[in-house]
């Protein structure tokens, strides 16, 4: 494979390929094989971001991973790396295409199904159809085991969830996931990759599954639902989200889902001292291992903590989200995380969003609060989503008006 660096200045999803720039360099976005890192490419890509990046990793809300401070020379040798790694795919169209989310306890929990052959099917039926580069550069697919700690209510432009021996198949729209039918686990990632292709031919430019429109979605929606059949009960349970030891696997979490090249090095040590293989990432941002037993879970959870991790679920900064903010991001004109670790020592206990621009990078969802940076200022915004219209404007420096949330 011929590797250079093909650096777009402007983008929605940076891979290792086609990095993107941002306020401290070049991002790389590296995506896992199944939703995991094993523990020495978990190593070798912390080595990588300290050698040819900043040392900066970011866990993102598709469950990826992000190598920052990179430059158009440094960025040759991380490709290299990531090749050896076996982390790179054939070209950037592939790799773009490359966007599964994967239920992080998938294959550890004896409680749900292991749908890691449904994922890996479904990237080799993506990376053979050329049909297919035409998406949008976000399109996403999520497949999910039916277990507690599940990912199902994550967005996604097409979802699969285990059903006992079946797998639903969903529609992203507006409103949340509309669960289509179901089909078997055999059929399930070419029953995906069938609607994407009937997607690519009804989509307006740029637009994504609940852009559709009523008529449009009318229409993939009955070709998609062409071969399966009822959708069983339980498809819209809601979700559990693990921070601590649950059934020998434990969560931590990266505050604002920022990891330093030093703290993934340390924590891939610790989980290969408690016997787990690999390292699962989820769409919150937080990391999940497999350990031998109790007491080894527990040792994890006493390390973590002490690299800087959050092992509680009770941590205030788990409510607040928070993207890199000034001076990482060119779009940010504030200093996003500063206010964020002030706003989680402060009385307030509803959800919080901190971000840098209107895009909201951080967070879709609504937030209790939502600060929005503008121009040096923040856009406040009450139960709702950062672009809904403010209530007020505040300066940064303007702490006193910025934790009166009540």
């Given at each position: 494979m011929s590797m250079a660096a093909a650096v777009d200045v402007k983008g929605w999803c940076p891979g290792v390929l086609r990095p993107m720039q941002s306020g401290d360099g070049l991002i790389a976005r590296v995506r896992p094989w199944c939703g995991a890192f094993g523990l020495d490419e978990a190593r070798g890509l912390a080595d990588t971001a300290q050698r040819f990046g900043n040392g900066h990793i970011d866990l993102t809300r598709r469950?990826?991973?992000?190598?920052?401070?990179?430059?158009?020379?440094?960025?040759?040798?991380?490709?290299?790396?990531?090749?050896?790694?076996?982390?790179?795919?054939?070209?950037?169209?592939?790799?773009?295409?490359?966007?599964?989310?994967?239920?992080?306890?998938?294959?550890?929990?004896?409680?749900?199904?292991?749908?890691?052959?449904?994922?890996?099917t479904l990237a080799s039926l993506l990376a053979r159809d050329a049909a297919l580069y035409d998406l949008p550069s976000k399109f996403g697919f999520l497949v999910d085991g039916g277990g507690t700690v599940s990912i199902a209510q994550e967005r996604a432009d097409i979802s699969l969830k285990a059903l006992g021996q079946t797998m639903a198949v969903g529609l992203d729209t507006p409103a949340g996931t509309d669960w289509i039918g179901s089909t078997s686990f055999d059929d399930a990632a070419r029953a995906a990759v069938a609607i994407a292709r009937a997607f690519v031919g009804l989509a307006r430019e740029g637009g994504r599954v609940r852009d559709?429109?009523?008529?449009?979605?009318?229409?993939?929606?009955?070709?998609?639902?062409?071969?399966?059949?009822?959708?069983?009960?339980?498809?819209?349970?809601?979700?559990?989200?693990l921070i601590g030891v649950g059934r020998l696997v434990v969560g931590v979490a990266a505050p604002f889902g920022r990891l330093e090249a030093p703290q993934l090095h340390r924590f891939a040590a610790l989980a290969e001292e408690v016997g787990a293989t690999d390292i699962r990432l989820s769409p919150w941002r937080a990391l999940y291992v497999g350990a031998r037993d109790d007491a080894a879970a527990q040792a994890l959870m006493k390390g973590a903590h002490e690299i800087g991790l959050i092992v509680e679920a009770s941590d205030p900064i788990l409510r607040i989200d928070a993207c890199p903010g000034a001076p990482a991001c060119r779009s940010s004109s504030v200093d996003t995380r500063r206010i964020a670790r002030r706003l989680a020592a402060s009385a307030f206990t509803g959800s919080v969003h901190v971000s840098g621009c209107a895009k909201g990078c951080a967070r879709s969802a609504p937030a209790a609060l939502v600060l929005v940076g503008e121009q040096g200022r923040y856009n406040v915004i009450r139960n709702g989503t950062t672009r809904d219209v403010p209530e007020r404007s505040v300066a940064a420096e303007e702490a006193g008006a910025l934790l009166d949330v009540r």
């Open positions: 469950a990826n991973l992000q190598i920052r401070g990179l430059s158009e020379t440094s960025v040759l040798g991380l490709q290299d790396a990531m090749e050896r790694l076996g982390l790179v795919d054939r070209d950037a169209e592939v790799e773009a295409g490359r966007n599964i989310m994967v239920s992080p306890l998938t294959g550890l929990d004896p409680a749900e199904v292991d749908v890691r052959p449904v994922a890996r559709l429109g009523e008529e449009r979605f009318g229409q993939l929606r009955a070709v998609a639902r062409k071969g399966l059949g009822p959708v069983g009960d339980g498809v819209s349970s809601k979700p559990k989200r």
